[in-house]
C-alpha cells in the first residue's frame, strides 16, 4: 500500500479533479492528479489470463502482451477444487505484478442460466453455491498478491444476445435463492477488491443505476466495502449511477465529466456522493499500487505446469464403457487420431478474455510424444466458420474413416468452432455441428472402439453418444490442454472433473426454452427458483448427463452419513460425516457432494439443493471421513412476505453422492425453525389472522356470530380463505370495518409491546 492519506487528499482536490477521478484516463487506466501525488494504475481484463492490451491497441482485443492462458472457468469450474482455483488466482496475481495491473476483471460468477449463452466459457456452474465458492476461492489467490479482482457481472446477467439492455424480469426470491446468492458467497468469502455491474436492465432499471442493488444490498447487506465499477460503457448517465452506488465508471468518459459536474453544481448530484465515489476510487489506488508496481519475475514454465494439472483436474470422463481409457502403452501405440482439433486446439472462448498465451500444447504432438511413434492423424472435417467449408468435408471425411477402418483405437477430437462462442452474442444452436456428426456416425460404422474428445465452453447435447465407447469433456482447456488431454487419456492423470452444469438431451428440455432470450428488450425468467438440475429433478426429465456427474479411473463406496443438529432457528447448525472408500485398483479423487431437501415447506422448493461439497483424494483401499457444518442459511429460503431469509422447521433430508441423481446415502433431521408471524393487513384472509399470535384470540369471539357452520368443512374453507376486508363488509355480524382498523391498531400494539 502506498502512504497515500486518502482523507486529507479527498480534502484537497478540486471539484473538477473529483470528477474526474471517478473515470478513466484511458481504456485501461485510472486518472492521476500529480500536483497531490496521486498515482495512475492499470487494469486489465481476465479471468483466465492477463490480456494486456499492446500499447497503443485500444480495444483490439487480438493485441495483447504474452501471459500464460490458464482454463476458462468453465473447466476450472468442474474441479470442484478451492484449493486449485487459488493456486490459479495466486498465479494469475504474480502475472498481473509482472505485467503492472493493478487489478484483473474477473472472476465471472453468474449463473449458467441456459446452455446457449455465448459467454457461459467464463461462468463457473449452474448451481449458486458452487459458484460463489469458487469464485471466492479464485479471488482469494489473485489478491493474495496484493493485486485486486473484480466479481462480475453484477448481477442477472445470463445471457449476450441485446445484453447493453435487455431488462431481466425476475421475482425476488429467485433473485435471491439464485441469482444474487452466487454473488453474495463470493463477495463474503473472497471480498474482492471491486465489484463490476453488469450492462442489463434487472426489472425495468440499469444495473448501474440501480441503488437496491449497488448500495442496499451489496454494501449494506452484504458488507462490501471496496469499489463499484462499471463495464465498459455501462454507465450511461453518471450521476444517476454516482448517487445509486457506482464509483467508477469505465473506460475513459470524460465527455460526460461535465454532466457530473453541472449536477452537483444544481444540487441534483449530492457532492457528499461524489466524495463517496473518489474516496473509494483513492482507496483502490492505495490499495492495489505498490503490488503493481513490484514486478516480479514469471516462471513460464511453472504457470504452464499448473495450466496443464488445472486442465486435467477438470476434465470430466462422462462415459467409458467396458473401462476403454485409459490406454496403456501398447493401446496407444495402435491407436489413430482424428479431428482437426487435435491439431488445432480450441482452448479459450472470444472476446475480452481472449488471452495470448506464452505457448500451445497440442493433443496430437502430446499423444505422439507419449505413444513414442508417429501416431497416424486425419483432419477430419475444417473448422472454418460454423460448420466448415463447403465441398471440403466430403473428402476429409473418407480419409479419415479410412484411418478409423481396421484401427485400434480412434481418438476423435470434435466440439464447437471458436464462431460459436463468444462474448457480445448466443450460441446458435446446442449440438455440434453436422460435419463432426456425421465423421463421428462414418468412423463408428467402421470401428467400434471411437474416444471422443470434446472442445467446448458449455454443455453441448449428445444424441451420438452411443456411436462413442467414451466420452471426454475436456472445455476450453487454455494453452496446455492439449498435454492435459494426453495425460487423462493414458492414465498419466485421472480425469479429475465434475460436471458443474447439467448435460440435457434437447434444447426443448432446458429450463429457460420459451424464455431465452426474450423479446422487445426483455427476457422473462419464467422458470423461477428451477434453474439447471432443480428444473430436470422437480419435473423427471431424463438428462445425458446430470449436474455433478463425472467418472474416474477407479470406484468409491460411501457409508452412513450421520448428522447432528445444534442450535433452532436462524442459528441452527447441522453436523454431517460420511465415510469415504476407494474401492478401486487405482488412487483417485472423489467429490462428495451434499444436498438438502426440504420435502414439507410452505412454499414451493426445489426437489434438492447444493449445500457443501468436497473433493477428496484416495490411495486404493483408504477410507477418509468427510464433514461438514450446515448452517441455518442453508436450510433457509428467501420469504417472499418478510423479504428475509427464513428457517422454517420440520423434517429436512440430507443427502450425500456423487451428483444430483447419484445419491449414495441420506439422513433425516428435525429442525426447530424460527417463529414466522406475518403482518397483517386489510386483505389478509382470515385464516392468517386466526393464526396470528396476537390477532387470534381477537378474532375469534367474532366468529361465535358467524353466519356460516364453521363445522362444515366446505363452508369453513370459504370463509376462513375469505379477506378480512370482505367479511367487515358483510358476512359477520359485529364485524365492521372500523372493528377491523381497531383490531389491526392494537395487534400492532401489542406486538410492538
Known amino acids: 500500500m502506498t502512504d497515500l492519506d486518502v482523507e486529507r487528499l479527498l480534502s484537497e482536490l478540486t471539484l473538477e479533479e473529483k470528477v474526474a477521478l471517478t473515470t478513466g484516463a484511458t481504456a485501461w487506466t485510472s486518472v492521476a492528479v500529480e500536483r497531490l501525488g496521486i498515482p495512475s494504475i492499470t487494469v486489465t481484463d481476465g479471468p483466465h489470463g492477463v490480456r494486456l492490451a499492446t500499447p497503443g491497441e485500444g480495444f483490439d482485443l487480438t493485441a495483447a502482451e504474452p501471459a500464460t492462458c490458464f482454463p476458462t472457468a468453465a473447466t476450472l469450474g468442474s474441479a470442484w ?10 498465479a494469475l496475481g504474480v502475472e498481473s ?200 519475475e514469471v516462471d513460464d514454465d511453472a504457470h504452464h505446469a499448473l495450466a496443464r494439472e488445472a486442465a486435467a483436474a477438470g476434465t470430466v470422463l462422462l462415459k467409458n464403457d467396458g473401462g476403454l481409457l485409459p490406454l496403456d502403452a501398447q493401446a496407444l501405440r495402435g491407436a489413430v487420431v482424428v479431428g482437426e482439433f487435435a491439431r488445432t486446439p480450441r482452448f479459450q472462448g472470444a472476446g475480452s478474455s481472449l488471452v495470448n498465451a506464452t505457448r500451445l500444447d497440442d493433443a496430437l504432438t502430446a499423444l505422439r510424444e507419449a505413444a513414442g511413434t508417429e501416431l497416424p492423424f486425419a483432419p477430419g472435417f475444417s473448422v472454418e466458420g460454423p460448420g466448415g467449408r463447403d465441398g471440403d468435408d466430403d473428402a476429409l471425411r473418407a ?110 428440455d432446458t429450463p429457460a426454452f420459451g424464455n431465452f432470450p426474450g423479446e422487445a428488450h426483455e427476457v422473462r425468467y ?26 474416474g479411473y477407479t470406484t468409491f463406496s460411501y457409508g452412513d452419513v450421520s448428522a447432528e443438529v445444534r442450535g433452532s432457528g436462524a442459528e441452527v447448525e447441522v453436523d ?74 420440520g423434517v429436512f433430508e440430507i443427502l450425500v453422492g456423487a451428483s444430483s441423481r447419484d445419491l449414495r446415502t441420506s439422513a ?27 390477532a387470534g384470540p381477537l378474532v375469534e369471539p367474532f366468529l361465535e356470530h358467524s353466519p356460516v357452520p364453521l363445522d362444515d368443512p366446505q363452508l369453513s374453507f370459504f370463509i376462513l380463505e375469505s379477506q378480512a376486508q370482505t367479511l367487515a363488509t358483510f358476512g359477520i355480524p359485529g364485524f365492521d370495518r372500523q372493528t377491523l382498523a381497531d383490531l389491526l391498531a392494537e395487534v400492532e400494539r401489542r406486538s410492538a409491546g
Open 399 to 508: 480419409e479419415a474413416v479410412e484411418l478409423a477402418r481396421g484401427a485400434g483405437t480412434v481418438l476423435l477430437f470434435l466440439g464447437l468452432p471458436a464462431v460459436d462462442e463468444s462474448e457480445s452474442y448466443d450460441r446458435p444452436r446446442l449440438g455440434l455441428p453436422e460435419n463432426q456428426v456425421r465423421l463421428l456416425e462414418a468412423i463408428a460404422e467402421v470401428n467400434e472402439d471411437v474416444v471422443v474428445v470434446l472442445a467446448n465452453g458449455s454443455a453441448v447435447s449428445m444424441p451420438w453418444a452411443a456411436h462413442a465407447r467414451a466420452i471426454v469433456e475436456a472445455w476450453l482447456g487454455g494453452q496446455a490442454g492439449g498435454s492435459a488431454v494426453a495425460d487423462v487419456l493414458t492414465g498419466a492423470v485421472e480425469p479429475g472433473g465434475r460436471l458443474t452444469e447439467t448435460i440435457p438431451l434437447r434444447l426443448e
Open 81 to 90: 477444487d478451492l484449493e486449485l482455483l487459488e493456486r490459479v488466482g495466486e
Open 526 to 551: 419464467g422458470e423461477g427458483l428451477l434453474v439447471g438440475y432443480r428444473w430436470y429433478d422437480a419435473r423427471a426429465i431424463d438428462v445425458a448427463f446430470p449436474f455433478g456427474h463425472g467418472l
Open 668 to 694: 433425516v433431521v428435525e429442525v426447530e425453525g424460527e417463529e414466522i408471524v406475518l403482518p397483517l393487513s386489510p386483505e389478509s384472509s382470515l385464516g392468517e389472522f386466526l393464526n396470528h399470535p396476537v
Open 97 to 296: 505484478r509482472a505485467h503492472g495491473v493493478a487489478v484483473l476483471l474477473g472472476p465471472g460468477a453468474n449463473i449458467k442460466r441456459h446452455p446457449l449463452c455465448g459467454r457461459n466459457f467464463e461462468y463457473f456452474s449452474e448451481d449458486p453455491v458452487l459458484s460463489g465458492e469458487l469464485a471466492a476461492a479464485f479471488i482469494r489467490g489473485v489478491q493474495s498478491q496484493g493485486v485486486g479482482t473484480s466479481l462480475k457481472h453484477y448481477a442477472v446477467n445470463n445471457q449476450e444476445t441485446d445484453r447493453m439492455r435487455v431488462s431481466a424480469q425476475v421475482d425476488e426470491r429467485t433473485l435471491r435463492e439464485i441469482y444474487l446468492h452466487s454473488f453474495e458467497r463470493a463477495v463474503k468469502g473472497g471480498k474482492p477488491f471491486t465489484v463490476m455491474c453488469s450492462y442489463n436492465r434487472i426489472n425495468g432499471t440499469y444495473a448501474a443505476e440501480d441503488h437496491w442493488l449497488l448500495t442496499e444490498v451489496l454494501r449494506e447487506e452484504w458488507g462490501f466495502d471496496g469499489l463499484v465499477v462499471s463495464d465498459w460503457g455501462a454507465a450511461r448517465n453518471r450521476p444517476r449511477s454516482i448517487a445509486a452506488g457506482l464509483d467508477w465508471a469505465m473506460p475513459a468518459s470524460p465527455a460526460t465529466n461535465d454532466d457530473v459536474l453541472a449536477a452537483v453544481r444544481d444540487g441534483s448530484l449530492s457532492e457528499a456522493d461524489l466524495d463517496t465515489a473518489v474516496r473509494r476510487v483513492l482507496q483502490m489506488v492505495a490499495r492495489t499500487w505498490a503490488a503493481a508496481n513490484d514486478r516480479p
Open 576 to 649: 454431517v460425516r460420511v465415510t469415504v472408500t476407494n474401492t478401486g485398483s487405482r488412487a483417485g479423487s472423489e467429490v462428495v457432494q451434499v444436498y438438502v431437501a426440504d420435502p414439507v415447506a410452505s412454499v414451493q422448493r426445489p426437489e434438492r439443493e447444493l449445500r457443501a461439497f468436497a473433493k477428496v483424494h484416495l490411495e486404493p483401499g483408504a477410507s477418509h471421513e468427510v464433514s461438514f457444518t450446515l448452517s441455518g442459511r442453508d436450510l433457509a429460503f428467501w420469504h417472499p412476505i418478510l423479504h428475509r431469509w427464513v428457517v422454517e422447521g
